[in-house]
């Protein structure tokens, strides 16, 4: 599948402000903090690479309801997504955990407490992980505004993951959120 089909599956007539320079960064090995402004398309710059990669796409958020929205979207257009979070009971997450394994899904919505689960960790170093995704990434800066202690832990999951192109999303980060959020990703200069 080109970068053409996957914008017609999508339903992209043209891209936005950075998008097509962010995608082809992450498609090149690199890595990038993206700050757009809601509503500006931050979503396609990952979602786009994920369907044009052969492995598995983590999507770290903080908001359950984005997740289910974000997952709602991409089934309508007959995209293999899926989240595993504290909303589900524990027969629809184990049975989400197998579908993984069994290599089932492109895109994975999770928080990032769900890297406390030692079957789901487990499952991961299974399959090849294409590309991270953070968003709401000032969640991972103790200058935010939505400060997350486990958003903290984001720079120990990317090793965990061999440190994937990572792209780390926000509307809004001041200069010092900014740095932080490179510094606890481990970005170096020239990923980034």
Request: hydrophobic share 40%.
């Amino acid at each position: 599948m080109g970068i053409d089909e996957v914008k017609e599956r999508l339903g992209i007539t043209n891209f936005r402000s950075h998008q097509e320079e962010i995608i082809n960064l992450l498609l090149n090995g690199g890595s990038c903090l993206v700050i757009m402004p809601t509503g500006m398309g931050k979503s396609l710059c990952y979602q786009i690479p994920a369907l044009l990669s052969e492995g598995l796409t983590i999507v770290i958020s903080p908001l359950i309801a984005l997740m289910y929205d974000q997952v709602s979207a991409l089934r309508e257009k007959k995209i293999q997504a899926t989240f595993i979070n504290s909303s589900l009971s524990k027969e629809i997450r184990l049975k989400r955990y197998e579908e993984l394994e069994a290599g089932d899904y492109k895109i994975l919505y999770i928080t990032p407490e769900r890297f406390r689960s030692k079957s789901f960790c487990e499952i991961l170093k299974k399959r090849k992980i294409s590309f991270l995704a953070i968003d709401e990434a000032h969640c991972i800066s103790q200058w935010g505004h939505d400060f997350r202690p486990d958003y903290s832990k984001i720079g120990e999951i990317r090793k965990f993951l061999n440190s994937p192109p990572t792209i780390a999303l926000t509307a809004t980060a001041t200069k010092q959120v900014q740095t932080d959020i490179i510094k606890e990703l481990g970005f170096s200069e020239e990923e980034f």
